[in-house]
């Protein structure tokens, strides 16, 4: 796939970098209700956007579980530490996934939090089927290796796709592989200079069905497309607030 146009997006970006602070915490704060009341609803979370911005500012909402309150809470913290791997050009590492997981399931299940899972398990309503628990520790130690060599001589946003889809193919927690590869895929886009991008609830369907064809297939074609116009759509925000800069 020719990533020419996105390439010439980030470096139109690039040309008005450093933003000013007050634009870079206005877009920040936006992206941070928008892409956790996204991920969180593509797992069946219940809060809308607007009860994920009060739940975030650390209000209760009644009729909604505390556990809902927990994965809003937790995927903002995900996010800050995403946020700060990329500010250190950290790489991926078994352990900065365990240590992003572990977030992702606090208060929710600390039990498994930041460990691979110990049993097989099944992605409903996919055909593919993740390697058994036992394979796991060699699948995700293969995984770091292919991410340190052949993945970084390829273009950031398929990387990015890579990494998500591979990841979520191992399907190496017992819950939370879903948030925790989103979360992967943007920290790839990040650490590049792109945007992070929102998958969003709507769009569930394609992504699974995109995701299935990956694993099944090998065929990463249509996940990547689908990405690459969500990293389109991400310039978008940016664009209206530097305007008239």
């Known amino acids: 796939m020719n990533f020419k146009k996105l390439d010439q997006q980030k470096a139109k970006l690039d040309s008005y970098r450093p933003l000013h602070p007050t634009i870079v915490s ?3 704060e936006d992206l941070i209700v928008r892409w956790t009341y996204n991920s969180n609803a593509i797992e069946g979370n219940t809060l809308t956007l607007n009860e994920t911005k009060v739940a975030l500012e650390g209000i209760t909402i009644g009729g ?4 809902e309150h927990f ?19 950290e790489i991926l590492s078994e352990y900065t996934i365990k240590s992003l997981h572990a977030l992702i399931l606090k208060n929710i299940d600390n039990e498994n939090a930041g460990s691979y899972r110990n049993i097989n398990v099944l992605i409903s309503g996919a055909n593919h089927r993740p390697p058994s628990a ?7 130690e293969a995984f770091v290796s292919w991410y340190k060599s052949e993945a970084q001589t390829l273009h950031a946003v398929e990387r990015a796709c890579r990494v998500h889809v591979d990841f979520v193919g ?6 939370g592989n879903g948030r925790t590869s989103r979360l992967l895929m943007n920290f790839e886009l ?3 200079g792109f945007p992070p ?12 069905e995109a995701l299935d064809k990956a694993h099944t297939l090998g065929e990463y074609e249509d996940f990547i497309t689908l990405i690459a116009n969500l990293v389109e759509e991400s310039f978008e925000p940016y664009w209206f607030v530097l305007e008239n800069a």
């Open 190 to 192: 990040m650490k590049s």
């Open 64 to 67: 909604k579980s505390l556990r």
């Open 170 to 175: 191992i399907h190496p927690f017992s819950d």
């Open 197 to 208: 991008v929102i998958l969003k609830v709507e769009n569930r369907l394609a992504y699974y």
């Open 134 to 140: 036992i394979e796991v520790p060699s699948k995700m």
């Open 71 to 89: 994965e809003a809470i937790n995927h903002k913290e995900a996010i800050e530490f995403v946020e700060g791997l990329v500010s250190k050009d």
């Open 26 to 28: 206005n877009l920040r």
